[in-house]
């Protein structure tokens, strides 16, 4: 059996392999575009306006940008109502272009651990 000495680290370039993964997925939107007729789309709704998670989602949409995902921005602030947020995504849910979802919801999760109600 070999020791923890004995064992080598193999060094990765994180970097070029996310370029790599992300050529093979724009190469899959634009086939998916051509034979289809269709691109992904991805909803990103933001509640609140918390700085990481505005980085985070702005991440995700420059992601998609780049492989040619087309992104539905809903921004929320943070005391919106139930009853609007619903709405939203009742409006989303309605869209053909839209394909999938993200949710940051980190201003509303903190107001659920003070005891307070969504809107």
């Known amino acids: 059996m070999a020791s923890p000495s004995d064992q ?29 007729d269709k691109v992904p789309g991805l909803a990103v709704v933001i509640v609140g306006h918390m700085k990481d998670s505005q980085s985070y989602v702005n991440m995700k949409r420059k992601a998609c940008a780049e492989v040619g995902i087309k ?9 919106v109502s139930e009853t609007h947020l619903i709405s939203k995504v009742h409006v989303l849910n309605a869209m053909l272009d839209v394909h999938g979802w993200y949710f940051s919801l980190a201003s509303a999760a903190k107001a659920y651990k003070r005891g307070e109600s969504f809107n």
Do not use: M, N, W
């Not at 992104?71 to 005391?79: A, K, R, V």
């Open 8 to 36: 080598k680290a193999t060094i990765i370039d994180g970097k070029a392999i996310a370029q790599t993964i992300r050529s093979e997925i724009a190469d899959e939107v634009g086939l998916l575009s051509q034979k289809y």
């Open 71 to 79: 992104s539905f921005d809903i921004d929320l602030p943070e005391q």
